[in-house]
């Protein structure tokens, strides 16, 4: 029964299914959105789910000088830990496998799949994918700074002298004293996170590791067919995981009973801050240099962390 | 009997040595026989004292000629083994007997081998007494053999470039250290009239003289030289990149480990200092720096071995924060971390060696690429290294840094000082450009294009694999069961290293401490978040096999997925935008140019540092001692 | 289980690579201004992709120049199936008012079957979208055609 | 400010789309668009204007011989055409158009090629001209596909390369004052004049014994048969009494 459960977890709920569902429609919220604010129409909101059909479809090329091994498991190890990183999220008041993982586990296995695209670009033995691995490292680095400064803020804040890093007792602590974002001390660390998520899903003004106008998409550039497919699902279930984790981190607390009502209204509130901080920066900006992105995170994101992570060391 | 292991062990290990010298030099079967039986003999020494000491919680004295204390005065050389000593030689047996099988592949062909497997005996035997030494002046008489012998080894190929120039580096910054230590020795033998730690711990309980101090603050320099923190980095840069690849092994598993061993013993148990706010704050920022400086090194270092050398470095950072902390939980984060970096940094060694040698001797990470698929299994051992060092989940080395992250932000949540909150990010930023250096190697050797000149490269033989695979697992299996082997391995040694009193009363008889005043430091409980690698793993293996199998070994409803044939040969070659596929490798030095465009004014500032001047680098060595002692005489009067 | 959705999919998302093989660059910004708000190539799925890896449809403008002729068949090759090309503008198919130089050797028939070509100089946007739209559906026509 | 397109993207989500809807198989196009080639053979009187303006030569011409004149197939490949319209400016007949259709998409180019067959019936004798009308004008000269013909108002000259003359009839239609038509010109020869004084230079001179001079009688003769128009004769008559010109 247990096993069930836990199979029921992983596959279903807030696990794969789940992820691979919402992620793909929220990337398609985020197109149609982008496309409203450019004045298009754009593309239906299935347009991520025939994007991914379509992929599978195709024929896989494996380049002679690829590493085979490495290259066909890279976006399988990518997808299957994003599935997994689901389960360590709670969903308001509910988390698929409780107390298993905490804020640092995550900001490890958030990086898994940064790393898994490193290591498939790295052995396609492309120079382009060189390039591309070499700067998402660049990216993976710069906003891991900041990342790392909006966590322990969270967790000094809830936990005061306490070592809280459990995200479900950040979110038991919201249901009681309200959600952090309405504590005036956080909202630095809130603005610097929402400018993290795009780099960590790799959109617009920070997707120098992918930019396909001038390194031939980075890291993808030899991949084709299912492999790709799998890696561009994961950038779609990024979405999902990093406003999720933003929400449970930020905007938590809200309890009503129902799971299935919680799950509605999670999703709700990611694609309400996926708006915000991945769909209006994509709207509105042009892509970033690898040193002006470095240079961006370490100064102006991590120094509006830094604001909230001293707000909230001195007791406001 | 059981009280006798840990003399035989030393003895043992010198026994092999003298036996080598003798009958090895010539006959190379001999010589290797000698060797494994006498390591597999000192390894079984070892580990047999792992039930009294670790399990049932005792504490060995030995008394060297029975020469027992006279009326609470040690006179004899006392051998005392406790749980933190016993981790410490284990760490270093394992590193050694490992290292061992490795050379009889690596060092196949050199000149001289006999003298080879006599210094490398010595070197084991010198750590191992330097762990399970009760005495002081037997400590430095142990750390003097370890210093030379690994001078020795360190050039010991003289006919590499620069051999002897790192061996001399070694030789003149080592030999400063010991200075420190030999002066801080003398003094406190001015102060206290014995050398037998135990009495020592006694009898400089109740505070610290002028005299003693010096001592203290000499003693600490002398040992942070051995272990290469950061203003004491400068020579095993150097010393890694031209030893032998077995040596680089135990110089950066145990040698380092030996130097951050007697801090521990020094700190915590000599003068159990450790409770001093100020001497934690010294400490952590020592070893903050040690990490930091360390890693932005790396990351400049266009040759694998020196990179390698400097993320020993800055994982020694680690420790040294860990340690310095002066909590249980910082302690045992710290002593997992030893023992993981020597898991994940030897087997990092092994495979930079096995590079090495299948190459004919690059180490140029512009120069090499591609070689995953010539040598497969190195790729595999080299990338479970690399995860384990860079701290991906779940390999060990998370395991470890993870207590430390906690227990440095445990200690800034506590004390409310700011201060250590920034050793919790230090701490968690070196971690993440630990995983961009890994990435420009894995990029620069195994991955990426094979050069012409590698074209013919061959796997590393089975006698160079084994001892790597035993390593990979080892980082595997200590990761996930982290938790037992944090509980009942590491944390006897934490609770050994800040339970004076038991050290004291078994070495000097009981009731002694109790007598001299002594009392036990107030150490936190040790309080873990959980995280259950095993779960993750196990889901996380299950359901990457289903997918891997589903989504890509069937052939059912998507194109097919062809094998290259060389028919089509353009169709599999790289996409070069449209031009001829050739050689193009992005090698070290091309890679994570944003970063090292932001920080050039931080490189210039460390190249002028690193000038490579044995001048300049005792220069550095004095500075730091002299801030030391001021420090200490600034703030712990 | 989905190969209707497959194929289905393959019409509704197809992606673009554009090769540009010594055209004057107005095809080029037509191509690009397919993707502008007033036309709006992205409500059908088209999108830009950046290698031929990813790519569904070979976009070829420019006479074929002799620097560009293996670059072209290189970059036909690296695509995989199902892939259609698509001339845009009269170049390719011709050579255009560059036929009978000594650096162009065309036309792109003589290398590969054009599926769909779009004449103009340059082809208005809406041109090349009827082109590119046709082109989608041969691509479900062939992926079909794939488990047959 | 960092982001200046905020505002718009923002108030542009409240907006309709600019986008316009497509497929839109009724929109042919803006007035003055070049688009597909529209050809009306029956126009055309194969001038061969449009083949000559063409840069791209995306215009071809093929002939078949057929009862009482020629079939002239005219095809325009729009996969080869820059769509400049010289073609069109210069059809004197308006018979090629390019209309604003651009919908220019085929799967099969065959689909993009434009043809028209024009009958020409077989035209005999030459362009002459009534100089006694002839005003010149010039519209001639400048409807002249092949610039066959020459007009000079100062030296009141009209001449025709009847070489280059492709017989189109361009400047027939053209003409303001009817002047022009297609005669059936005189042959051609050795004139003899009055002045002549039998000195039989000529007869010796022709290469080919054509000439045949009595100077007795005072008779020149010339056998047309032989004569081969060198001219020699005319070139070497000291009296200039002789000329090529049109016989009777």
Request: glycine share 8%.
């Amino acid at each position: 029964m247990t096993i069930l459960r836990y199979l029921f977890y992983i596959l279903v709920f807030p696990g794969a299914l789940f992820t691979i569902a919402v992620g793909l429609f929220m990337a398609g919220i985020d197109r149609k959105v982008i496309a409203h604010m450019q004045k298009r129409v754009g593309p239906p909101l299935r347009q991520p789910m025939y994007d991914f059909f379509k992929l599978l479809g195709k024929e896989t090329i494996i380049p002679a000088k690829a590493n085979r091994a490495a290259f066909l498991a890279a976006p399988v190890l990518s997808f299957v830990s994003l599935c997994f990183i689901m389960l360590f999220i709670p969903i308001f008041g509910f988390t698929a496998i409780n107390g298993a993982a905490d804020m640092i586990v995550i900001l490890y296995l958030v990086t898994i799949p940064g790393a898994a695209l490193i290591i498939g670009g790295a052995s396609s033995g492309s120079p382009f994918a060189s390039i591309g691995i070499s700067r998402e490292m660049v990216t993976m680095m710069a906003y891991e700074l900041p990342f790392v400064l909006v966590l322990l803020t969270v967790a000094k804040k809830v936990g005061g002298d306490q070592l809280v890093f459990n995200l479900s007792l950040v979110s038991d602590y919201q249901a009681v004293n309200g959600s952090l974002l309405s504590h005036w001390s956080m909202i630095p660390a809130a603005l610097a996170m929402l400018l993290v998520i795009p780099a960590e899903v790799g959109t617009q003004p920070f997707d120098v590791a992918e930019a396909e106008n001038e390194i031939c998409e980075g890291p993808l550039v030899e991949y084709s067919g299912s492999p790709l497919a799998l890696f561009k699902l994961s950038i779609n279930m990024k979405m999902i995981i990093m406003t999720g984790l933003f929400t449970s981190m930020f905007l938590g607390g809200i309890r009503t009973g129902f799971v299935a009502l919680d799950a509605l209204l999670f999703v709700i509130i990611c694609i309400a801050v996926m708006l915000v901080s991945i769909t209006t920066i994509h709207a509105v900006t042009a892509r970033l240099k690898i040193e002006h992105l470095f240079k961006f995170y370490w100064t102006v994101v991590a120094g509006l962390a830094l604001v909230s992570t001293i707000l909230v060391w001195i007791g406001m | 009997m059981i009280q006798h292991f840990p003399v035989l062990a030393v003895m043992g290990m010198f026994l092999g040595a003298f036996l080598i010298e003798i009958f090895g030099s010539k006959n190379a079967a001999v010589r290797n026989a000698i060797s494994f039986i006498t390591f597999t003999v000192v390894a079984g020494l070892v580990y047999a004292l792992v039930k009294p000491i670790i399990i049932d919680g005792g504490v060995i004295a030995y008394w060297m000629g029975n020469w027992e204390p006279v009326a609470g005065y040690a006179i004899g050389i006392g051998y005392e083994v406790d749980a933190l000593g016993l981790v410490f030689a284990i760490i270093a047996i394992t590193a050694f007997w490992i290292s061992n099988l490795y050379s009889f592949g690596y060092m196949k062909g050199e000149h001289h081998l006999g003298h080879y497997y006599t210094l490398f005996m010595m070197l084991c035997g010198s750590i191992l007494g330097f762990c399970m030494t009760g005495d002081l002046f037997n400590m430095y008489i142990m750390v003097e053999i370890m210093t030379f012998s690994a001078v020795a080894l360190t050039g010991f190929i003289t006919e590499k470039d620069g051999a002897l120039e790192a061996a001399l580096k070694y030789l003149v910054l080592c030999s400063l250290g010991s200075g420190f230590i030999l002066t801080g020795i003398a003094l406190i033998y001015l102060q206290c009239h014995t050398l037998n730690i135990a009495q020592l711990a006694s009898m400089l309980s109740g505070g610290l003289t002028p005299t003693t101090l010096l001592a203290f603050a000499l003693t600490v320099a002398g040992f942070g030289v051995k272990s290469f923190m950061v203003p004491f980095h400068t020579p095993l840069a150097d010393a890694h990149a031209v030893a032998p690849s077995p040596i680089s092994m135990v110089l950066s598993g145990v040698v380092t480990k030996a130097g951050v061993y007697g801090m521990i013993r020094c700190i915590y148990i000599m003068f159990r200092a450790m409770d001093l706010t100020q001497m934690q704050i010294i400490i952590t920022a020592f070893g903050a720096v040690t990490m930091f400086v360390g890693v932005s090194m790396a990351l400049a270092q266009h040759d694998f071995k020196r990179l390698l050398a400097f993320h020993s470095i800055s994982q020694v950072g680690y420790i040294i924060t860990a340690a310095g902390l002066g909590t249980a939980l910082g302690l045992t984060g710290g002593i997992f971390h030893a023992m993981n970096h020597m898991l994940f940094k030897g087997l990092l060694f092994l495979a930079a060696g096995a590079v090495l040698h299948q190459t004919g001797g690059v180490t140029n990470l512009d120069k090499l690429g591609g070689l995953s698929k010539r040598m497969p299994h190195t790729t595999v051992c080299f990338l479970f290294g690399a995860a384990a060092i860079s701290g991906l989940p779940p390999f060990n080395g998370f395991a470890s840094k993870w207590l430390i992250y906690q227990a440095a932000y445990t200690k800034a949540a506590e004390t409310g000082n700011f201060y250590y909150l920034i050793i919790t990010i230090t701490a968690l930023v070196v971690s993440v450009m630990t995983l961009a250096s890994f990435v420009k190697i894995a990029q620069a050797v195994f991955f990426g294009q094979l050069s012409e000149e590698n074209k013919d490269v061959k796997e590393a033989p089975a006698i160079m694999l084994v001892p790597m695979y035993i390593l990979a697992a080892l980082c595997l299996l200590t990761g996930i069961f982290y938790r037992p082997i944090a509980a009942d391995f590491i944390l006897p040694a934490v609770r050994s290293a800040v339970d004076v009193v038991k050290y004291i009363d078994v070495m000097m008889g009981e009731g002694y401490a109790a007598a001299a005043g002594v009392y036990n430091m107030a150490v936190s409980n040790v309080m873990v978040s959980s995280w259950s690698p095993i779960v993750y793993l196990i889901l996380f293996v299950t359901v990457f096999i289903a997918a891997f199998i589903v989504i890509l070994g069937s052939k059912s409803d998507r194109g097919a997925t062809v094998e290259v044939d060389p028919k089509n040969a353009m169709k599999h070659s790289n996409f070069f935008s449209g031009e001829e596929a050739v050689y193009s490798h992005v090698g070290g030095s091309d890679m994570l140019w944003g970063y090292k465009y932001d920080f050039k004014p931080y490189y210039r500032v460390m190249e002028e540092l690193h000038s490579g001047r044995v001048t300049d680098y005792c220069n550095m060595v004095v500075i730091a001692t002299a801030i030391i002692v001021v420090f200490m005489f600034m703030f712990m009067r | 289980m989905f190969k209707k959705l497959i194929d289905k999919s393959a019409a509704k998302s197809p992606w673009l690579f554009h090769l540009n093989t010594g055209s004057c660059n107005g095809c080029d910004i037509e191509i690009v201004a397919c993707l502008t708000p007033r036309y709006d190539a992205e409500r059908f799925g088209f999108k830009l992709a950046g290698s031929p890896r990813h790519a569904d449809i070979l976009v070829v403008s420019g006479p074929i120049t002799v620097q560009s002729r293996d670059r072209l068949i290189r970059t036909i090759e690296q695509t995989p199936d199902p892939k259609c090309v698509v001339s845009i503008g009269s170049c390719p198919k011709s050579g255009n008012v560059f036929k009978g130089s000594y650096g162009i050797d065309g036309p792109l028939d003589k290398y590969v079957h054009v599926d769909v070509s779009v004449a103009g100089c340059t082809p208005k946007p809406e041109a090349i979208m009827e082109g590119l739209y046709k082109a989608a559906l041969i691509l479900e026509k062939k992926r079909e055609a794939m488990h047959k | 400010m960092m982001f200046p397109y905020l505002t718009t993207a923002l108030t542009n989500l409240f907006r309709k789309p600019s986008a316009e809807p497509f497929p839109n198989p009724e929109d042919m196009g803006k007035p003055r668009y070049r688009g597909r080639i529209s050809f009306d053979a029956d126009k055309c009187v194969d001038c061969g204007m449009c083949i000559k303006v063409c840069a791209p030569l995306a215009i071809t011409r093929e002939e078949e011989e057929v009862e009482g004149g020629t079939n002239i197939k005219r095809s325009f490949n729009m996969t080869s055409c820059t769509f400049c319209a010289y073609c069109q400016d210069f059809c004197g007949t308006k018979a090629i158009q390019l209309t604003p259709d651009y919908h220019m998409v085929a799967e099969d180019p065959e689909d993009l090629i434009t043809v028209g067959t024009t009958f020409k019936k077989k035209v005999l004798g030459k362009l002459a001209c009534d100089i006694d009308n002839c005003i010149y004008c010039g519209l001639c000269m400048r409807s002249c596909p092949e610039q066959a013909i020459t007009v000079d108002r100062t030296t009141k000259t009209w001449t025709v390369d009847h070489d280059k003359c492709v017989k189109c009839g361009m400047c027939i239609t053209k003409c303001p004052k009817k002047v022009l038509s297609f005669k059936e010109a005189a042959p051609e020869g050795v004139v003899f004049s009055d002045s002549c004084v039998y000195c039989t230079l000529c007869a010796k001179k022709c290469p080919v014994g054509a000439i045949k001079v009595n100077r007795e009688a005072k008779t020149w003769e010339i056998d047309r048969e032989t004569c081969i128009k060198c001219g020699q004769c005319v070139t070497n008559c000291p009296k200039k009494a002789l000329s090529m010109g049109p016989l009777e």
